[in-house]
């Protein structure tokens, strides 16, 4: 149940977007990106492939030279809870070539840019016992693809890849960092339809 009516804005791009990083070490290695348009949806993700500074910029970049790509005003992105735009505050310390701060701050203020957690904390009632993404898309009947999905296990399957190159490490990863995105986009086209 919604308290209030829920409107998101209408979009030639719609980005469902979720980060996958090792706290531990403070290292960022997946910017994942499910991205629905009127032609159809697809996946982007950028990556480090390699346990480096290097790396952890050049994929960062990378994102953003695909969201700088797009048409001004003309898409939204959404994602689930602070941890990406506090997590994005760090990298843009760490490498303020690739984004200056005020252009982060802006980003993130945009009205297109949407934390549906903030949106499912204030404004609906779910049957749930957390307000988990993993939760809630499993509620409305999502499933990930892979039997055990979590972000810790996200984490060894990044550090077994950097050890061994195995692609199918890599594959796995990629397959539940899309999944993490296509339950945003579960959730949001939810929210539309929930009666207030």
């Not at 290695?29 to 952890?56: D, Q, R």
Request: hydrophobic share 35%.
């Amino acid at each position: 149940m919604a308290y209030t009516n829920i409107k998101f804005p209408r979009v030639a791009y719609e980005l469902y977007f979720d980060i996958e990083d090792d706290p531990t070490q403070e290292f960022v290695y997946m910017h994942g990106l499910y991205i629905k348009t009127a032609t159809g949806e697809e996946y982007k993700h950028f990556t480090a492939v390699e346990l480096t500074p290097e790396a952890e910029k050049q994929a960062w970049q990378e994102f953003w030279r695909y969201i700088r790509s797009l048409p001004e005003d003309d898409f939204a992105v959404y994602y689930y809870s602070h941890h990406e735009k506090t997590t994005y505050k760090r990298l843009q310390k760490l490498y303020p070539d690739v984004i200056s701060e005020g252009e982060l701050d802006a980003f993130f203020s945009h009205p297109n840019v949407i934390d549906l957690y903030a949106i499912v904390n204030k404004h609906t009632d779910w049957p749930v016992s957390s307000y988990s993404l993993k939760d809630l898309a499993q509620y409305l009947g999502f499933r990930w693809q892979d039997e055990t999905p979590s972000g810790a296990l996200s984490i060894q399957w990044f550090n077994e890849f950097i050890e061994t190159g195995d692609k199918n490490i890599l594959n796995r990863l990629l397959t539940y960092n899309q999944d993490d995105c296509k339950a945003t986009l579960v959730l949001k086209e939810a929210l539309e339809k929930l009666p207030f």
